[in-house]
């Protein structure tokens, strides 16, 4: 089992003529993937090669679920394009819109959010590495050398500390790994893939990583307490942040003791979450918790 993404997940790329479309179409199919076709209006009708693989551009995400029933659309168009790119996604009817793109302004998210929720289209992301399902699909940027199937589920809002706890806890693997994304918008949450997690019979524990800035965690955290059995190991970054000062992401403002990572742990922790300090401890804690189960 896994959550939102399949080996039966029927994958479209839009922006997949692009060079960084181009580059990881070519990783997703060599992950496993389903890429079924990409998405361009102005080379519809062709085809690319993909070593063994030549998959056909359609002109729109509607032309393309047509032709080949996809369900998942990846996005990798520039920002001043996504938020059509997304509308005209959710307008089709696909159920999972994948958004990598990162620089897009924020009442653009916020449009295409609201927009995609209304056409019942979930959004991962913007600004996120999307989301994998080791040994089965990849949908995104994520490295899928790095790990392997297991018993994880992971949900992050750091791409690069999805990558680094996926390696730390390579070992044990992971049932999904999914990229929130770190911008003030995003169209899936913590608390939508720790209920996702929660529902899935093959994950036994959930890794939650979060950063300062926002109240996500403290949101998550409620959820905990109210809703989730399974053993939630979190990571907080941002302890080391100087006071004042703005760090990271676009979501990661700090006003006050509001949003501090000394603030998200202790919410954490006031529902049983164990937080570790730093990434390797954060991967100690997770088979601390295993080998007590």
């Known amino acids: 089992m896994a959550i939102y993404l399949t080996k039966e997940s029927k994958v479209l790329v839009q922006g997949m003529t692009g060079g960084e479309g181009m580059k990881h179409t070519r990783r997703m199919l060599a992950a496993g993937t389903n890429v079924v076709g990409g998405v361009n209006p102005r080379k519809a009708g062709r085809t690319v090669d993909f070593d063994d693989r030549a998959v056909p551009v359609f002109g729109s995400v509607a032309d393309g679920m047509r032709s080949t029933g996809a369900d998942v659309t990846v996005v990798f168009v520039p920002p001043a394009f996504a938020k059509a790119a997304v509308i005209e996604a959710a307008d089709a009817g696909i159920g999972l819109a994948v958004v990598i793109t990162e620089g897009i302004p924020v009442h653009d998210s916020v449009a295409f959010t609201a927009h995609a929720r209304a056409k019942g289209t979930r959004i991962i992301g913007p600004n996120c590495p999307g989301l994998i399902t080791p040994g089965q699909a990849n949908a995104g940027i ?37 990229g929130i994304g770190g911008d003030p918008v995003v169209g899936t949450s913590h608390i939508d893939c720790l209920a996702a997690f929660q529902d899935d019979p093959d994950t036994e524990l959930v890794v939650l990583i979060g950063e300062i800035g926002g109240d996500a965690e403290e949101r998550a955290a409620a959820f905990i307490r109210d809703h989730v059995t399974k053993p939630v190991v979190g990571y907080i970054a941002g302890f080391t942040a100087p006071e004042g000062r703005t760090m990271g992401h676009a979501g990661a403002i700090v006003s006050g003791s509001s949003g501090t990572a000394a603030a998200k742990q202790e919410a954490l922790e006031a529902v049983g979450v164990r937080v570790g300090r730093t990434p390797s401890e954060t991967a100690r804690l ?3 918790r295993l080998e007590r189960n």
Do not use: N
């Open 142 to 178: 994520i490295p899928a050398d790095i790990t392997k199937p297991g018993r994880i589920g992971l949900v992050s809002k750091s791409g690069t500390l999805t990558y680094q706890l996926m390696y730390e806890l390579r070992d044990i693997g992971f049932s999904t790994c999914v």
């Open 286 to 288: 997770v088979l601390d």
